[in-house]
Structure formats: structure tokens, C-alpha cells
């Protein structure tokens, strides 16, 4: 067999948790070869990487990103792209908390299309459906793998708008049919975004019709829970119902108990998920290694403040009485509301991307000075509702404690937008490899791997990737294993990490000693 690549001299991490072993891998055709140690020396005319006293690893698969649009914003998002590849990210899934780029009817692409604007950072189309979405991406190189899930807040706003209503008989039939269709066209999944509008305003009994679509084809139910804070207990039985009812597999995003009324509750939902699985249960979760998470400026008003849009959302700013019955909203709480400021403050709630007044970013809306929902406000009105934040909201020992559960798996959550986006989206794998397992100890680097590769595959069915073994997708991460770590900070969120050699996808180079290479192999996967 003739080799493309001969990548020797290097420890083999295959994805599997299991020990490091000494091989020697090839590439033949975008597939992987395992060789023998002490095998052709030459690779028979491959491209020899020396990966002498490197790590060898599967491509890490980054469950939870927002990557939906970066690529189809052209140059403007090229460097925000590129981040994820760099730190050894081979495939993403997007479509994440309940929000995708599709399925829509077409009525409902001109107020999808206006109220998208604020999550995807720009102009962005909105797809009738999922073979729509594919053909757009592989119209556009990109350097790593992509695929979606199907976000429940879209599918409703495609279907019904964002009013605060049910569903009625034929308005879930066709949220059921449309979902049908992006899953049988290959979408990864549903996934739900229970605390943003429109996906808030859908009841269990919507949701639990909508997994079973999903449960059909084997694909999970991937929920931002209807509350993070301080009813997490609550949201994670509502979810585990979901997943009884339904039939699907769960799958919790980004697990936290944020705010200080949640602080420590980890004790009590990881246990509760161990005690499910222990019982037959399907569910997994995945996490950030950071205690800062990140939305957008919006989510910290009531859902009844977004009720009808970002249009209607910014008329109701502008009226001083409907401003009036907000902050008495935060202040008093509203059943059913995870209310981000009221369970921290507005002191923790730092500006991230805000386009039309970059001076502002990396300043809390405290800090901002007045009155703080006067401020928010009018951040809003001035960049017409696309304002990225991010909220001080998690405890280190809560973080620690989701990373290390065997149940848990690696998302970024990424958001690439422009400004000063979380440093999640270009730090989260190398920062799980070098501050958690290495320097504390946390686990082992093969479990590290792991979690970012061959359980990830397995939760979402990506056959053949996630793992290095003989004909599997020729997707490899070359790194250094004393000296991996995340470059990113608040400050300068988009610098690559270090110890990250090569990245291989699709049997080419993607990244080469560290950095970006002309080469753009990525494409949509799953159809």
C-alpha cells in the first residue's frame, strides 16, 4: 500500500482512553494506517512527519459550538474560523441550543434572517432545510469538518414566529415534519435552547414530540436546559423526562450550576445523571473548562421582553414604562425565568462583541455607570440588538467536578464573533490538556483524549472518527504533551495555543508547526 503521509516515531492516544502505545501511523487516501514500529523508514515515498516525543491523536470533535455561519461571512470571518482548527479541532457540531440556520418556512425567513443576526455575528441566510444549509457550506472552503444539529427555537420560529403561545395539533405536525426531513438529510440531532426565546415559550409536551423525531433515527436530544441556576435540579428532571418520554438519548450542554444560588450543586446533579445512567439511562453531557460563560445581552431581560423578535424587543427599550416592568422583572424574578442578573449582578456581566462601540468591550455594564438596565438598554438600541456578553458566573470546584465525571465530554461553546468573543473558542482543548490533566492532575492525558474524540463520536455517530485505528478518517492532532496549553485570554481571545504541532484533517496538513497552512480540507460530513 502506498502512503500519502508517514507520521512516525510518535505515542498513539487512539481515542479510546486506553494507554499510550508506541506506532507509527500512516495515511493512505484521507484513511489511517497503523504501521508497525520500525516499519518502512521512508514510507515509500510519503511525507514523513517526526513525531518523535509528540503525542499522536484522533482529531478532537468539539460537540458544542455556534460556528453555524463563520465560513459563509466570507474574509470577515476567516481568522474566527480558523481558531477552532488551530487548536486541534478537526469537526465541529453547530446548531447548538436551539439554534440553526434551518428549517424554515418560507414566510418566516425575513424575521428568522433579523432576529439571527445577534447570535451569528452578521447578515446570514436562513435555509428552508438541512440539504439547503449543506450545499451553502460546501460552497465555501473551510479548514476543518462540520455538521448540525436542528435547533428547536428555530424550527418554531420557522413555523409559528415568536410569539408566546403553544403550538397548536398542525403547527407541531409541521415542526415534526420539518425536523423529519433535516434529520433523514443527515442532521446530527435536536437540540433545544430552553431558556432563549423562541424555544422558552415551547412547553415539555412540544419537546417531547419533537425527540421522538429524533429518536427515530437514533439521533440525540441536546438541551441547554430551561434553567442553569438556581432550579438546575428542576431543568435536569424536565430533560430527563423528555428523554423518558421521548425515547432519545440525552444530552445536557454545557453542564453548569451557575449564579451564586447554584454554586455547588454539582454534588447533586452529577450524581443524579450516574444514578440514570447506572439505571439504563442514555445521557451524557458536555463542558467548558472556564467559570465564565457567554450569551447574549438580550437573554438578561425577561422572555417577555423578546416576545416577537429583536425588532419587538428593541420597541419595548425604547418605551421608559416598559424598561420600568424589566427591572422589576430581574429584580423580583419571573416563575419559570432563569434570570441571569438577579442570580449575580450586574457587575458580572461584561461586554464581549459590540461592533459599533468597541471601547466598551471587557467593561461590566456596572462599570458602564448609571442606572445598569438603562445601560443595557441603550448598548442594545445603539447596536440594534447584537451585543455579546459574558457572565462571571461559575465556581472552580463546579467546573472541576463536570470535567472529571466519565460522562462527560469536551464543547467550547464557542461563539465566533467579532470583538472580543469568549477565549473558549480558541482555548478550551488545549486548556483541558495542559491546566487539567497535566498541571493539576485531574485525569490522564488518554482520558483527556477521550473525552474530546472517541466518546464524542460515539454520542453523535461520527463512524470512523474519534479514534486512530486502521481505515478510520485520516483526522490527527500532533501535539506536545509538556508543553500544551491555551493562548487566549479575555484581553486577545483569538491567540493559538501552544504545543499544538499539527493538525491533520482529511488526510492534510490543516496546521503545520503551529500555524495555518494555505490548504482548506474541511467539508460537511453525515449526509
Known amino acids: 500500500m502506498s502512503l500519502d503521509m ?9 481515542g479510546t482512553g486506553a494507554p499510550l502505545r508506541r506506532a507509527d501511523v500512516g495515511v493512505s487516501d484521507g484513511r489511517l494506517v497503523l504501521l508497525p514500529r520500525g516499519g518502512p523508514a521512508d514510507g515509500g515515498g510519503a511525507r514523513v512527519i517526526d513525531a518523535t516525543g509528540l503525542v499522536v491523536a484522533p482529531g478532537f470533535i468539539d460537540v458544542h459550538t455556534h460556528s453555524d455561519a463563520v465560513t459563509l461571512l466570507g474574509e470577515a470571518g476567516s481568522e474566527l474560523a480558523a481558531a477552532p482548527v488551530r487548536m486541534g479541532v478537526t469537526v465541529e457540531i453547530c446548531g447548538n441550543c436551539g439554534s440553526s440556520l434551518f428549517p424554515a418556512l418560507p414566510e418566516r425567513v425575513p424575521a428568522l434572517r433579523r432576529s439571527s443576526r445577534a447570535g451569528f455575528g452578521g447578515d446570514i441566510p436562513i435555509f428552508l432545510d438541512y440539504e439547503a444549509f449543506v450545499e451553502a457550506h460546501e460552497r465555501v472552503p473551510r479548514p476543518n469538518h462540520l455538521t448540525s ?10 413555523v409559528l414566529g415568536y410569539e408566546d403561545r403553544p403550538a397548536t395539533s398542525a403547527e407541531l405536525d409541521t415542526m415534526c415534519a420539518l425536523l423529519d426531513d433535516a434529520l433523514a438529510a443527515g442532521a446530527a440531532g435536536l437540540s433545544t435552547g430552553l431558556i432563549y426565546t423562541p424555544g422558552t415559550y415551547g412547553d415539555t409536551a412540544e419537546v417531547v414530540a419533537l425527540a421522538r423525531v429524533a429518536a427515530t433515527y437514533g439521533k440525540p436530544y441536546v438541551t441547554h436546559l430551561r434553567d442553569e441556576m438556581s432550579r438546575v435540579e428542576e431543568a435536569l428532571e424536565e430533560a430527563v423526562e423528555i428523554a423518558r418520554e421521548s425515547g432519545a438519548a440525552l444530552h445536557v450542554s454545557h453542564h453548569k450550576t451557575a449564579g451564586r444560588h447554584a454554586w455547588g450543586r454539582t454534588r447533586r446533579t452529577l450524581p443524579r445523571i450516574a444514578e440514570l445512567r447506572a439505571q439504563g439511562m442514555d445521557v451524557t453531557c458536555d463542558v467548558y473548562p472556564y467559570t465564565e460563560g457567554s450569551t447574549s445581552l438580550a437573554a438578561m431581560f425577561p422572555p417577555w421582553a423578546n416576545d ?11 418605551d421608559p414604562g416598559e424598561r420600568a416592568r424589566m427591572r422589576q422583572a430581574i429584580e423580583e424574578g419571573v416563575p419559570g425565568w432563569e434570570n441571569t442578573v438577579g442570580n449575580g449582578g450586574w457587575d458580572r456581566i461584561s461586554v464581549a462583541c459590540a461592533a459599533n462601540h468597541p471601547e466598551v468591550e471587557g467593561r461590566t455594564i456596572a462599570e458602564l455607570g448609571g442606572d445598569p438596565v438603562d445601560t443595557a438598554a441603550e448598548l442594545l438600541l445603539a447596536e440594534e440588538g447584537e451585543v455579546t456578553i459574558i457572565s462571571h458566573s461559575m465556581r472552580e470546584d463546579d467546573v472541576q467536578r463536570v470535567l472529571a465525571s466519565d460522562f462527560a465530554m469536551i464543547g467550547s461553546d464557542g461563539v465566533p464573533k467579532p470583538g472580543h468573543p469568549h477565549p473558549r473558542l480558541a482555548g478550551t482543548f488545549p486548556r483541558v490538556l495542559g491546566r487539567y490533566s497535566r498541571d493539576q492532575g485531574l485525569f490522564p492525558l488518554e482520558l483527556a483524549v477521550h473525552k474530546m474524540t472517541g466518546m464524542a463520536a460515539e454520542r453523535f455517530g461520527l463512524a470512523g472518527r474519534g479514534i486512530v485505528r486502521d481505515g478510520a478518517h485520516a483526522d490527527l492532532v500532533l501535539l506536545d504533551p509538556e508543553t500544551v496549553a491555551d493562548g487566549a485570554t479575555y484581553a486577545d481571545p483569538l491567540l493559538p495555543p501552544s504545543g499544538i504541532r499539527a493538525v491533520v484533517v482529511a488526510g492534510r496538513l490543516a496546521v503545520e508547526d503551529g500555524r495555518l497552512t494555505e490548504d482548506r480540507p474541511g467539508r460537511m460530513i453525515g449526509r
Open 149 to 158: 444539529l436542528v435547533g428547536h427555537g428555530t424550527l418554531r420560529a420557522g
Open 308 to 318: 416577537g423578535g429583536t425588532e419587538a424587543l428593541l420597541d419595548r427599550l425604547r
Open 6 to 14: 508517514l507520521i512516525s516515531g510518535g505515542l498513539v492516544a487512539d
